[in-house]
């Protein structure tokens, strides 16, 4: 340490998984041997973001895990402060999906798979690591958690300790309800709510029913009814995606953006339901409106996590975007910037990651890789899915994938290097 800075700084975004704790625990232990030494037994974290509220991003929050790691700040989206007075219809829309999906897992109905994923973001689990995050990490460490927003100012967001770099969040607007529920955020609620009492009292009193109603109607009346608790909830989980804290990390000339699970939309307007990337880039064209020089993929590499024109659309307004972060390299040329994907291929969204998007991204960084190079014509028809989803993309750059680079490598991570400009 140098006049109250620290000789390196250390930031931990995200730390949760769909799949068993154990894998969880041996990613905190992993970081343990590499963060540097506090003093008193201990290792220090400087920042530590959570971006935002689903169980495969906070999950593996848990206190006991982090014993040992003297944390010095923590951030969360202003959408994770349960006081916050602009997401009154936010809460209330979380609220009821929490509630609705919660009652159906102690059901045990049989749903698709992509359903049982929609239910298993609300798992209890997640007001365990929200806990842990407000209250047992802070108070272990003497801090208080700050919940941040894209109106912050860089005296607000400072960190006494750094140097060299900025910190600037992109993400989310500090007005909730108006840029990500709307103008109709308190009838998307009331409407929820509705439903959710109309599906009870079919459930719980189906002899009720009106004589005038045969029982494959009354089947067909709940059926309807259960789609449309699914689309709110899967309103809300947009909701929640489109509140990440979205950082821009400006060091050495390089700019460094992680979005959490941000998502966009065809275009922006004030008062709709709008996508994070469409707010930011209407909002602040200033920062969002640069060349990057690594990008932290979205949402496991989801087509609605990266904005892009799968029609070949290039005035489309998330293709501007897109032509703006990542520029394609002119000819002749090879691209500068790096991407990173977290991604597993599975049964619960089969678009996930899509695999057009991956190679299209694949024009646009230097650190791609054909992966069917590297694992052989054998090799890779022993993928999950390959068959199907993996095939015809596997001979493409893509840019490195958590999934795959581990098979490669055998290690349970990936390293990134960037270098100063």
């Known amino acids: 340490m140098k006049d109250g800075a620290v000789d390196n700084f250390h930031i931990l975004i995200d730390c949760g998984s769909k799949g068993r704790a154990a894998l969880l625990k041996r990613a905190v232990a992993n970081l343990k041997e590499i963060l540097p030494d506090a003093g008193g037994g201990r290792v220090r974290l400087d920042l530590l973001v959570a971006t935002h509220e689903h169980a495969d991003h906070i999950k593996g929050f848990d206190p006991e895990d982090f014993d040992g790691i003297q944390i010095e700040n923590i951030w969360m989206s202003a959408a994770m402060n349960a006081q916050h007075p602009q997401a009154e219809h936010a809460f ?15 059901r045990d109905l049989s749903l698709s798979p992509e359903l049982q994923g929609l239910v298993a973001l609300y798992e209890l689990g997640n007001d365990g690591a929200m806990e842990a995050l407000r209250t047992t990490l802070p108070t272990r460490n003497a801090i208080e958690p700050k919940y941040v927003h894209a109106d912050m100012t860089e005296d607000e967001l400072a960190i006494e300790t750094l140097q060299g770099a900025t910190l600037k969040v992109l ?16 009838e998307i609620v009331h409407a929820f709510n509705e439903t959710t009492g109309a599906l009870r009292t079919l459930r719980d ?26 689309a709110f909830t899967q309103e809300n989980d947009k909701v929640i995606n489109n509140t990440s804290v979205v950082l821009l990390i400006e060091w050495k ?5 992680f979005v959490g699970d941000a998502e966009w939309t065809n275009t922006f307007r004030l008062g709709q339901g709008n996508g994070s990337w469409n707010t930011m880039w209407n909002t602040r064209p200033e920062l ?27 005035e489309s307004e998330p293709a501007r975007i897109l032509n703006a972060i990542l520029p394609l390299p002119a000819d002749g040329e090879q691209p500068a910037a790096k991407a990173l994907v977290s991604t597993a291929r599975g049964n619960t969204y089969p678009s996930i990651p899509r695999s057009e998007l991956l190679v299209e991204l694949g024009k646009r960084v230097g650190n791609a890789r054909k992966y069917l190079d590297s694992f052989g014509a054998a090799g890779a028809a022993n993928l999950p899915h390959y068959a199907d989803r993996e095939e015809q993309w596997l001979m493409e750059a893509q840019p490195p994938r958590t999934d795959l680079e581990c098979i490669l490598s055998g290690k349970t991570y990936v390293d990134i290097e960037i270098e100063a400009e």
């Open 253 to 257: 000339g390089r700019r460094l953006l």
């Open 92 to 106: 209330a829309l979380n609220r009821l999906a929490a509630r609705a999906m919660r009652n159906l897992a102690a």
């Open 288 to 314: 969002l409106g640069e060349r990057i020089d690594f990008l932290k993929i979205g949402h496991h590499g989801s087509e609605n996590a990266t904005p892009w024109s799968s029609g070949g659309n290039g």
């Open 205 to 230: 009193e189906p002899q009720v029913r009106p004589e005038s109603i045969s029982g494959s109607d009354f089947r067909r009346l709940r059926s309807r009814m259960m789609s449309g608790l699914f």
């Open 171 to 186: 993400g989310p607007e500090e007005n909730i309800d108006l840029y990500y529920l709307g103008d109709e955020g308190a």
